[in-house]
C-alpha cells in the first residue's frame, strides 16, 4: 500500500498530507505529554517490527503493493497515538532508506496505513464484544482492507489507475493480506499473553 512519488496528484497529496497532519500533531502532543521512559525501548522495538514487515510486499497492479501493516497490533499493546507516532516513524525511515513509498505521497501513505490502522483500527477494537482474539482480530482484517481501498481511491482520483481496476484488484490482495494479517496479530498477541502478559496491561496512549 505504499504509493511512490509521482503517482498522486496535487489535490490528493494536499489533502491526504492535511488529514493525516490533522491526526498526527494531537498525537504526537498526547505521546509528549504521557511518554514514560519505560515506554521508549518498546516503542524501539514495535518500529523496528513494522519496519520490517512492511517491507514484505507483494506487488497489485497499478503501480503499488499490498503487504502486512502491524498498526493494530501495536496499537492494542501501546495505545492509538503511540501507534501511529510508530508507524509514521517507520514510514519514514523506509521512504529514505529504501524508497519504500514516497516522500510527497507520505501524507497519503500514514493515512492509510498509519490513521486508518492505528486510530480507526484500535476504536474498532475497543467497541466490539467478545474475547481479545476476536476483537484484534476483526479490526486487524477491516482496516488492511481499508488501508488497500484508500489507496486504490487515491490513485483513481489522481488518475493514475482506473477505479475499475485499481479497486478490485486493490480490495482482493488486501483481503487476502488482511486474513493473514489477522492470524499474526492474534497469534502474537497469544503468544505475549503465555510469556509476558505484563504487556497486554501496559497504560494505552
Known amino acids: ?3 511512490p512519488d509521482g503517482f498522486l496528484n496535487l489535490t490528493t497529496t ?3 498530507t492535511g488529514i493525516t497532519l490533522g491526526a498526527l500533531v494531537p498525537a504526537v502532543r498526547k505521546v509528549n505529554r504521557s511518554l514514560s521512559p519505560k515506554r521508549v525501548p518498546l516503542m524501539g522495538l514495535s518500529a523496528a517490527f513494522v519496519f520490517t514487515a512492511q ?12 503487504h502486512l ?20 516513524t517507520a514510514l519514514i525511515m523506509q521512504a529514505l532508506l529504501f524508497q519504500h513509498g514516497g516522500l510527497f505521497s507520505l501524507g497519503a501513505n500514514i493515512l492509510n496505513m498509519g490513521v486508518t490502522g492505528c486510530l480507526l483500527g484500535y476504536g474498532l477494537f475497543r467497541i466490539l464484544p467478545g474475547n481479545l482474539s476476536f476483537r484484534a482480530a476483526v479490526p486487524a482484517l477491516i482496516m488492511t482492507v481499508l488501508s488497500g481501498v484508500f489507496c486504490a481511491l487515491e490513485l483513481g482520483f489522481s488518475g493514475t489507475t482506473p477505479f475499475k481496476t485499481g479497486l478490485p ?7 487476502i493480506t488482511g486474513v493473514v494479517e489477522a492470524i499474526a496479530t492474534v497469534s502474537i498477541l497469544s503468544l505475549l499473553g503465555k510469556v509476558r ?7 494505552k496512549v
Open 1 to 3: 500500500m505504499h504509493i
Open 14 to 16: 494536499v489533502a491526504t
Open 55 to 66: 517491507l514484505l510486499s507483494f506487488p497489485v497492479p497499478g503501480g503499488t503493493s499490498v
Open 69 to 88: 501493516v502491524g498498526a493494530v497490533l501495536i496499537s492494542i499493546l501501546l495505545g492509538p497515538y503511540t501507534g501511529l507516532i510508530i508507524t509514521t
Open 169 to 175: 484488484a486493490m480490495t482482493i490482495a488486501a483481503t
Open 197 to 203: 502478559p505484563d504487556l497486554l496491561k501496559l497504560e
